[in-house]
């Protein structure tokens, strides 16, 4: 098979969808790889790494128009939409049901859609979304705490406080990856953390992770939960997440009228349409704006920041299924990998996951064997 891994042309995203070392294990098994000349730059990889592994370097229509396999770290953008053709497999993050017009767009090019954040195993497990997941809310924190600073249009809150005066407070909506790694950051730097979930078993393994001793409580999800904590708070963060779909609105825009001026909202859903009604889209060049003089910051493409680490993560997760595709070929790839196989999105004109069927509303046909 032909695998190419084009430049990511999002706004400020510096990561590649796979390190030298993968592509020379792919070469190694006998398949082509191409790579978008200039690739790996932002990740610290240059394009004479990635021929030294065996690669071919070339120009990004070269790439697009040659492969079998697209592998990339985000969505096509529009501008990349010309590049979709009929029986192409792209394997990227999609976060489909916040984005129409490339549903749209790979139904009507029947591509073959496979989307890294709905890879998921009989546990329910996320194994190539979790790493992002965990850098993700690793993140959430510092970019939390760096927009609490007076000068950066925050409260002025050391989220942490000094002996005699309170620390802040940080709340996170969701137990899940995201969640439970913001939490471990926050309660570090010495805040008082609450963590909101629905799922009451979460919240005991918080309680488990945490102790009882610790400074980070569990609250249960419902409105009147939510309501308390997030006007309360210093630092909101949104990690509440459904493979596939969109995720709710739990945070209202009356709850953000009264939360606290300077308070900072950090929703790390926002590729999924975000949990905060007030949040939308931003980037890393313009990251944040204001709502009832509350900071909002909704970078889709958080792990982007620290691209080498993410970089190195993400080829650890993908790098099985992307060797079983190229392997078997697509067919008998998920026919043998129901994990792989729950990754389809989109396939042959049809949308093949029910939850992101639900979310751009479109008819659901899911194929039991290809």
């Known amino acids: 098979m032909i695998i190419g891994i084009p430049r990511e042309i999002k706004d400020n995203e510096y990561r590649v969808a796979l390190a030298p070392s993968g592509a020379h294990t792919l070469i190694s098994a006998g398949h082509r790889v191409l790579v978008e000349t200039g690739a790996g730059k932002g990740s610290g990889f240059s394009d004479a790494q990635y021929a030294s592994a065996g690669a071919e370097v070339a120009e990004r229509g070269i790439v697009w128009k040659t492969v079998d396999m697209i592998v990339k770290v985000k969505e096509p953008l529009a501008e990349e939409y010309r590049y979709l053709r009929d029986g192409l497999i792209i394997f990227t ?79 996170i909506i969701g137990a899940g990856t995201v ?35 610790s400074s980070v409580e569990t609250l249960y999800a419902d409105y009147a939960g939510i309501d308390s904590a997030v006007t309360a708070c210093d630092l909101l963060i949104g990690a509440a997440h459904q493979p596939g779909a969109r995720t709710p609105r739990l945070v209202t825009a009356d709850m953000v009228s009264r ?97 992101v069927a639900e979310a751009i509303g479109k008819d659901w046909r899911p194929v039991a064997v290809f």
């Open 93 to 171: 993050f999609l976060h489909l049901a916040a984005d129409l017009p490339l549903a749209d767009e790979l139904i009507k090019n029947r591509v073959t859609a496979i989307a890294y954040e709905t890879v998921e195993t009989d546990g329910r497990g996320l194994p190539i979304l979790a790493p992002m997941s965990e850098i993700a809310g690793r993140l959430s924190v510092q970019i939390g705490v760096h927009f609490l600073l007076k000068h950066n249009g925050g409260e002025g809150v050391l989220i942490g406080g000094v002996p005699g005066v309170p620390a802040g407070s940080a709340v």
């Open 179 to 213: 969640g439970m790694n913001a939490a471990k950051i926050a309660a570090g730097l010495g805040a008082r953390v609450i963590v909101l979930d629905s799922n009451v078993d979460k919240l005991r393994r918080v309680e488990d992770v945490f102790g009882l001793s």
């Open 259 to 355: 939360m606290k001026k300077g308070a900072v909202i950090v929703d790390v859903s926002i590729d999924q349409g975000g949990c905060v009604e007030t949040i939308r889209h931003t980037t890393h060049s313009n990251p944040v704006y204001y709502v009832s003089g509350v900071i909002h910051y909704g970078v889709a493409n958080m792990p982007g920041a620290v691209p080498r680490t993410s970089t190195l993560a993400l080829t650890n997760a993908t790098m099985p299924y992307v060797l079983k595709i190229a392997n078997l070929g697509f067919k008998e790839a998920v026919n043998t990998d129901a994990s792989l196989k729950r990754g389809i999105n989109i396939h042959a004109g049809s949308v093949q996951h029910k939850y």
